[in-house]
């Protein structure tokens, strides 16, 4: 499923979006691999980040699952593996 990043200190504000399995509330997200100029092989094994689904609360009862950005900037969310930016 396609979840929205929400900024943490501004909720309304999107980051991006992540897609993530449907019915988890906690995933460990892999980087985007880096290859090897040249060569067909993965540099390293990816690091992995905790990424947690939250409630928002917006106008007028609105609810919606998305991702909580626990304070990490837009350039965190750029390197994970299947993230998606907002149009600025």
């Given at each position: ?13 999107v980051?991006?979006?992540l897609h993530?399995?449907?019915g988890?509330?906690?995933l460990m997200?892999?980087?985007?691999c ?5 060569l067909?092989v993965p ?12 409630v928002y609360e917006?106008?007028g009862g609105?609810?919606?699952l998305?991702?909580y950005s ?7 969310w750029l390197?994970l593996?299947g993230?998606?930016?907002a149009p600025?």
């Amino acid at each position: 499923m396609r979840y929205a990043v929400r900024c943490c200190c501004t909720p309304s504000k999107v980051l991006g979006w992540l897609h993530l399995p449907a019915g988890m509330r906690e995933l460990m997200v892999p980087e985007a691999c880096g290859w090897s100029s040249g060569l067909e092989v993965p540099r390293e094994s990816p690091k992995r980040h905790l990424v947690k689904l939250r409630v928002y609360e917006g106008m007028g009862g609105y609810q919606e699952l998305a991702v909580y950005s626990d304070d990490r900037p837009l350039e965190f969310w750029l390197k994970l593996s299947g993230f998606e930016r907002a149009p600025p």
